[in-house]
C-alpha cells in the first residue's frame, strides 16, 4: 500500500554533538570529584551506544559511581558542564529511551542493594542498581513478593522499572511499579536532594512555607494538576496499562498528590533516583497452573473478561504461531509437548494460601467454561517442573520472535501497546488486520489478563520505502489502540519509537501539560533530552537503518546462519540482558564474576557491531577495547545456548582474536596452552622429566612464569603411560563378529594426562558389545586453537582428522569422546571451518558423547546405589545432549543431584593464566565450589570436562570421576560373572 511518511506532530532535530574538548574537560573533573570509574573512551562508548530498541545514539561518555555521592557529584558536573545526563538501568529498554547523547550512569555493578527491607511495614528501600529477583528473593523469606515482574526479572535493575513503570506477569495482582512506588529520593539537575512521596495537605503547606527550590517545584506541581485536573480525568486511558505519557493523574487531589509516584514512568527525563522505597505485597504461598487451548489467539482473547472475574494471579496470552517459529528454531520441544490442542492459549495462574485453595479456584474456572458452547481444551498441572517448562515458552517469546529460519528480521517499535481487557479479542483482530494491509507478520503474545500485547514485527528499517512504510504503519496502529481506549505503551514506554505519537491519545492541551511537567524538574531540558517528550524523529539514528552498509570482511567462520556475514552474527544480539542474569544457566560466567557490561556477552556483541560499522572504535580488527573485552570471554558456548538469539560469542572471539594476531606476537600462554598437544606428545617421551619441569619448586615457578601460567595454580601430572599406548598393547576380550565398530577419540588431555577416563569408557562400551578402535594416528579436535584463535593452524590439523577419519565416516562409524569440548568442536566448529566439505558434516553427525551414544543404543547400566552430585561441562550444555547423560544415570538407580552452578571457571586455558586466574577463581567460588565442599565424603562427583575436574580438584581437594568412570564403577560392583556378557538391553 502507499506510504505516508509524514510524522504524527513536529519533533525536535536529532541529538546535538557535544564538543571532544568538552568531553575531556568533563571527564577530567568526574575524575577530580568523584570515586566513581569514568570511561569516556571510544570503547565504553560504544559499549552503552544502543539498548534493546532499534536506535543507536553514541554517549560522551560513562559513569560507574560507586556510591549515591558519586551519582549526586556526577549529575553536578554535567550541569556545571551543560551536558545531558541519562541515568540507566539494565540497559533492556525497547523504545529507545536507555540511549542518548549523554552522560550515561550505570549503576548496575556497584549501587545494587537492598538497604533495608521491613516485612511488617511491607516496605523494602533499594538501591537504584538493585536487580528485581535480589529483592523478590529476598522478600520471599517472608511469603512477600514485588508485584510487578518483567521476563527480565532475573536481570532488570528496581531503577530502571521506576523510570520505566514496569509491569509483567503479576500486575494483574499487584499492579504496575507505580502502584508500588512509596517514596523516592532523587536528586535534580540542578543539584536539589530530598525525598518525595504522598504529600499531605499540611505536608504540602509545610514544604511551601520552607521556601526555596523544593517549594518552588511542589508549587509549580499543584498548579499544574489543577489546572489540568479536567482535562486529565478526561483523557487518561482507565484501563490496567496506561504506561505513555508521564502519570500527571498522580497529582490529583483523589490520588493523595504523589510526587512520587508521578516521577514514575518518567524515563529519566526528569530527575536522577537515588533510592526507592517500594510496597510489597503478599506472594502466595501455592499456585496453579491452568492452560487453555483455543482455535486461535481472538478466541482466546475473547474469553479474557470471564477468567478475570475468577480472580488469577496471571494471564498471559500466546499464539499458534509464536509455537511455529519456537518449533523452527527447535526451542523448548518438551515444553511445547505439554500445551493442550489448540492454535491460541491462555495461560491462568491462581494463587492460594495452599495448594488445594488455588486449584480449588482453577477447577472452579474449568466448571465455569465447560458450561459454555465454546469451551477450550483445558489442561490444569501440578506438577512444579512442567509449571516452570510452560512459563519458559511464554518467557521466550522475544527469543522465539528474533531471527526466525526463513522469516525476515524482526523489530520492537509496535511491540507493547495495550486495550481495555475487555477488548483484547477484537484489538487483535484488527491488529492483525493492519498487519496484513502493509504486508507485516508477527507473532502475538502478552499479558492478556490487562490487554497488554507484545509483538516483533518485520519492518523493514533497512531502505528508506520500508521506513517510511513503517512510519505509516505507526500512524495507523496508533489510531487503531486510541480508538479501542488503549494505551500506546502498555510496558514498554514512549522513549522516541513512540513519543511523537503521544499527541494522538493526549491532544494538544494535555502534550502542553507534560511539557510544563518535565520543565518544572528539568528547565534546562538536559535529563535524557529528545525522549518522552519533545521526542527525537522516530526514524533518526536508526541502528540497522537505511544509511547502514557493514562491511563483509574475509571470515576463518561461515556464519551459515547469518547469511555468510560477520558484521550480520555480531549484530544478533537484541538486547535483552539475559547475559546478565547472576545465577540460571550458564552464559555469562565473566560478567558474574566482574558484574562489568563489557565482560557480557551483550556487551562485547555491541563492541564487535561497533568495531564493524566503525565509530567510536576506528581500529577494527586490531581495537585494544574489543581486544580485552574478549580476552575475560571464557568460550564457553554458553551464550549459544542460553542467549534468546544465540549469540555465539566464542565463535566470535576466534574470528577476532584470528585477525588481532595475524602476523603479530601472541602473549605467551597463548602457545604454552594452545599448542597443548604439541608439548604433550613431546612430554609423553621422558614424562618423569616433564613433570620435574612443571613441578620441581624453582624450576617449576619459572616455567609458569615463561609461559604466563599463574603461580598459584598446580599444573597437571603427565602419565606414566598415556592411553593409547596402553590400548595397543592391551588385549580386547572375544566379541561377536557383528559387534558394532566404535572409534573412540582419545583427546588430548585424557590420553597424555588422566588415561584411567579412556580406559574406562572402553570396558563401558565392551560391555555394551562394541568393538572399539582408536585413529589410526594421534590426532586433536584443536579445541585449544579456537581459544587462542590460531585458526589457521586448526584448519590444517584439522583437515588431518577428517582425511584420517575419512573411511570410518564413509562407512557410518561412529565416533565416539568423552571431552565435551572436542565433541562439541566437531559439532560447531568444524562444519563452520569447511562448509563445502562434506566430511566435516559427516563428523558433525556421526561424532557423539559416549552418554548420547549409549543412550542411542538403549545401554542399561548395573545398578550403582550411590548419591552423584554432577557438573556439565559448559559446551555439554551449550552444543550437545544433557538429557542423554541424564536418563543413562537415572538408569543407575542413584541419587542424582545436577548442579545449576554455570561454568567451573577454569575453561581450559582461562584458569591457569597468570591474567585471568584470580577471575577463574571468582567464578568458581559462587557456586561450584561451595557446593562441592558441602557435599559429603561418600557423595560420588561427576564432571565429564577435565577443566571441571581440575578446578574441582584444585578448589576443593575432591576427585570428581568422568561419567564413564561412573558406568564402569557400576560394572565392577557387578557380580564378576556378570561384568562382562554385554549389557544391552
Known sequence: ?????????????????????????????????????????????????????????????????????????TVAACSAHDAPVLMRGGGTSLAG???????????????????????????????????????????????????????????????????NDSCGVHSVMAGRTVDNVH?????????????????????????????????????????????????????????????????????????????ARALVGAEGSCVTVLEAELRLVESPRARSLLVLGYPDVFHAGDHVPVILEHGPIGLEGIDGLLVEFMKRKHLHPRNRALLPPGDGWLLVEFGGVDKQESDAKARRLMARLEGDGDAPAMKLFDDLREEELLWKVRESGLGATAFVPGEPDTHPGWEDAAVPPAQVGAYLRDFKALLSRYGYRAALYGHFGD???????????????????????????????????????????????RANLLPKMYGPELMQAFREFKAIWDPRQRMNPGKKIDAYPVDADLRNGPDLHLPLPATQFAYPDDAHSFGHAVNRCVGVGNCRNPRGG???????????????????????????RGGPIADGFRSRAVHDALDLCLACKGCKRDCPVNVDMATYKAEFMSRHYRRRLRPRAAYAMGLIW?????????????????????????????????????????????????????????????????????????????????RAAVRVLEAAGCRVRLPSRSLCCQRPLYAEGMLDLARRELTRVLDTLADDLARGVAVVGLEPSCIASFRDELPQLFPGDGRARRLADNSFLLSEFLDRAHYQPPPLPRRLIVQAHCHHHASLDVEAEKRQL?????????????????????????????????????????????????????????????????????????????????????????RTRGATQ
Open 97 to 163: 529511551q536507555c540511549c542518548n547523547v549523554a552522560v550515561v550512569i550505570d549503576c548496575s555493578k556497584h549501587l545494587n542493594g537492598i538497604v533495608a527491607l521491613d516485612p511488617q511495614t511491607r516496605r523494602a528501600r533499594v538501591q537504584p542498581g538493585c536487580v528485581l529477583d535480589t529483592l523478590r528473593d529476598a522478600a520471599e523469606r517472608y511469603h512477600l513478593t514485588f508485584g510487578p515482574d518483567p521476563a527480565t526479572h532475573a536481570h532488570n535493575t528496581l531503577g530502571g522499572m521506576v523510570g
Open 890 to 978: 537415572q538408569k543407575l538407580g542413584a541419587t542424582v543431584d545436577w548442579l545449576d552452578a554455570g561454568c567451573c571457571g577454569m575453561a581450559g586455558s582461562f584458569g591457569f593464566r597468570a591474567s585471568s586466574h584470580v577471575l577463574s577463581q571468582t567464578i568458581g567460588e559462587q557456586q561450584l565450589l561451595p557446593a562441592i565442599r558441602a557435599a559429603d565424603a561418600d557423595t560420588v562427583i561427576v564432571a565429564n570436562g577435565f577443566s571441571c575436574r581440575e578446578q574441582i580438584l584444585q578448589g576443593t581437594g575432591r576427585v570428581a570421576l568422568g561419567f564413564a568412570e561412573v558406568l564402569d564403577l557400576a560394572l565392577r560392583e557387578q557380580m564378576p560373572e556378570t
Open 1 to 73: 500500500m502507499a506510504a505516508d511518511a509524514s510524522a504524527a506532530v513536529a519533533s525536535r532535530p536529532a541529538p546535538p554533538a557535544f564538543a571532544r574538548a568538552q568531553a575531556v574537560a568533563l571527564a577530567a573533573e568526574l575524575r577530580r570529584t568523584t570515586g566513581a570509574d569514568v570511561r569516556f573512551d571510544g570503547g565504553s562508548r560504544a559499549l552503552y551506544a544502543a539498548d534493546g530498541s532499534i536506535y543507536r545514539q553514541v554517549p560522551i561518555g560513562v559513569v560507574v559511581p560507586r556510591t549515591v555521592e558519586d551519582v549526586i557529584a
Open 586 to 612: 550458564v552464559m555469562c560466567p565473566s560478567y558474574r564474576g566482574t558484574r562489568d557490561e563489557q565482560y557480557s556477552t551483550r556487551g562485547r556483541a555491541r563492541l564487535l557491531f561497533e568495531m564493524i
Open 451 to 497: 490487554g497488554c500485547i507484545h509483538c516483533r514485527i518485520d519492518f523493514d528499517l533497512a531502505s528508506t520505502n520500508g521506513v517510511a512504510t513503517w512510519r505509516a504503519f505507526m500512524n495507523d496502529a496508533a489510531d487503531l489502540v486510541v480508538g479501542y481506549g488503549g494505551s500506546l505503551s502498555g510496558e514498554h514506554g514512549d522513549g522516541q519509537v
Open 183 to 259: 517514596t523516592l529520593d532523587i536528586v535534580t539537575y540542578d543539584g536539589l536532594r530530598m525525598t518525595v512521596g504522598p504529600t499531605s495537605d499540611a505536608e504540602y503547606e509545610t514544604i511551601v512555607a520552607g521556601g526555596g527550590r523544593r517549594a518552588e517545584i511542589y508549587q509549580a506541581l499543584r498548579a499544574l494538576g489543577d489546572r489540568y485536573a479536567a482535562l486529565i480525568r478526561a483523557r487518561y486511558p482507565q484501563i490496567p496499562r496506561r504506561v505513555s505519557g508521564y502519570a500527571l493523574d498522580e497529582l490529583l487531589p483523589e490520588n493523595g498528590f504523589n510526587v
Open 678 to 758: 604439541w608439548w604433550s606428545r613431546a612430554a609423553a617421551k621422558l614424562p618423569r622429566l616433564a613433570n620435574f619441569l612443571l613441578h620441581a619448586p624453582l624450576v617449576g615457578r619459572l616455567a609458569k612464569g615463561l609461559a604466563g601460567i599463574a603461580p598459584q595454580r598446580t599444573m597437571p601430572r603427565y602419565a606414566q603411560e598415556t592411553f593409547a599406548h596402553w590400548f595397543a598393547r592391551r588385549e580386547a576380550p572375544p566379541l561377536p563378529a557383528d559387534a558394532r565398530e566404535v572409534v573412540l577419540w582419545p583427546d588430548t588431555w585424557n590420553n597424555y594426562f588422566h588415561p584411567e577416563p579412556l
